[in-house]
């Protein structure tokens, strides 16, 4: 009887622990899962020459920070998606990704693209870090833009026209974003006291979906202008390019700088003109002049995207996505889109690809005009080679 009532005692015991196990809630698996950080590129469409470049250096980021601890010690996960340069899609994938609740998004790729994100983001967040230096974000906003600013890449490249004594220039915009933002650009590089002398002999546009813009090239021509520039990014750059050569173009060509690829230079071989400048960043300066802290994160660049040779393309994606990682390396996984907007706003001394950064000016980018060095593609070495030193004098 004792012996029964004590078996029956226990298999209650039992029951009860078994009951309190299953009623408690499973341990959370959350803290050993990756930290996901979401990404918005245009992996294809006219952009895709960017995109693509600005993935791998997400990837390259994602494998440094997992190699060297993670996160406070967790392994972080990129998860990218494709606009298809496309704003609406791009608006709809970063809806998608505000309803998880995240505090950070990377992306987009071109300056339509990402103020279109921008008006998504711009109360209450999440950060965006848009790869984009066409856009140009109020401090107020969640929005950063990755390197040196249209507006200054402008005005070097002017300046190192007008040094070179090439005062007359001629300029066309695609009539989107991009092409927008570099016409104001330019036309305020051009009254800067410093470029007096200078002269915008003609001004053309030309839609980026044009399969040729020969009726533009005439007038260009026909205006006697000792540079041409036409400031477009990706595919339609190539259209002005193969009808530059085709109307016997002999003079320097200038560029945007969302076109320093050089898988966009391989596949324009053919039509490429002898003289072509752009306006770049720091990473593409001479190597024996990059000294002290500066080689570090290059080398560590370089290193990462290795046997690709970078260009600009992964670097405005790579040292994007590092001070992000940075901020989340302060501030813990658990920080809010305000935190890590506060972060960054506050950062400075931070030594990446492009230069040592400096927030505090609150422009949302921490880069200014000396980090810009103008270069010139040679196409014999296949290489982007400086002509400038930082700020866009010209090299002796």
């Known amino acids: 009887m004792t012996t029964a009532r004590t078996r029956f005692r226990r298999l209650l015991a039992l029951a009860a622990a078994a009951a309190i196990c299953c009623a408690a809630p499973a341990p959370t ?7 996901e950080i979401n990404a918005v590129l245009s992996l294809t469409g006219s952009a895709a020459f960017l995109g693509q470049e600005e993935k791998q250096a997400i990837e390259a980021v994602e494998k440094i920070t997992n190699a060297s601890g993670g996160i ?18 791009a608006v709809q994938l970063t809806r998608g ?4 609740h995240v505090p950070v998004i990377l992306g987009s790729s071109l300056v339509a693209i990402c103020n279109a994100m921008l008006a998504v983001v711009k109360d ?12 140009h974000p109020d401090r107020a906003t969640y929005t950063f833009s990755s390197s040196v600013s249209t507006k200054d890449l402008a005005l070097i490249m002017v300046r190192y026209f007008h ?11 695609s009539t989107d974003a991009t092409g927008q933002d570099a016409e104001r650009n330019f036309d305020a590089a051009f009254a800067a006291p410093e470029n007096r002398g200078t002269q915008l002999v003609a001004r053309e546009h030309f839609n980026p979906t044009d399969v040729t813009v020969a009726a533009q090239l005439q007038r260009v021509k026909a205006a006697n202008p000792q540079v041409f520039v036409p400031w477009t990014t990706g595919t339609p750059f190539g259209t002005v390019l193969r009808d530059v050569a085709g109307a016997g173009f002999d003079i320097p060509i200038g560029g945007g700088n969302g076109n320093i ?6 596949q324009y071989a053919k039509f490429l003109p002898k003289e072509l400048y752009f306006a770049g960043v720091q990473y593409f300066r001479d190597p024996k002049d990059i000294r002290g802290p500066l080689r570090t994160p290059i080398e560590q660049f370089d ?8 260009d600009l393309g992964q670097g405005l994606g790579f040292d994007a996505t590092m001070i992000v990682v940075d901020a989340l390396r302060k501030l813990g996984t658990s920080a809010s889109a305000a935190q890590i907007r506060d972060y960054i706003d506050g950062l400075h001394g931070y030594i990446g690809t492009h230069g040592v950064y400096d927030f505090r000016s609150g422009d949302h980018r921490g880069l200014g005009v000396g980090n810009a060095v103008m270069v010139r593609y040679d196409a014999g070495k296949e290489l982007f080679v400086p002509v400038s ?8």
């Open 72 to 89: 406070r010690g967790r392994k972080v996960r990129f998860t990218v998606q494709d606009d298809q340069s496309n704003p609406q899609i």
């Open 389 to 396: 030193k930082p700020g866009g004098d010209p090299v002796p």
């Open 163 to 173: 040094k070179r004594g090439w005062n007359r220039i001629a300029v066309m915009t």
């Open 124 to 135: 209450g967040g999440p950060v965006q870090y848009c790869f984009s230096p066409g856009i």
């Open 303 to 310: 290193k990462a995207l290795a046997p690709t040779k970078p």
């Open 261 to 266: 690829i050089y898988a966009q230079m391989k």
């Open 29 to 35: 698996a959350a803290a050993d899962e990756p930290y």
């Open 97 to 100: 990704v505000m309803d998880k």
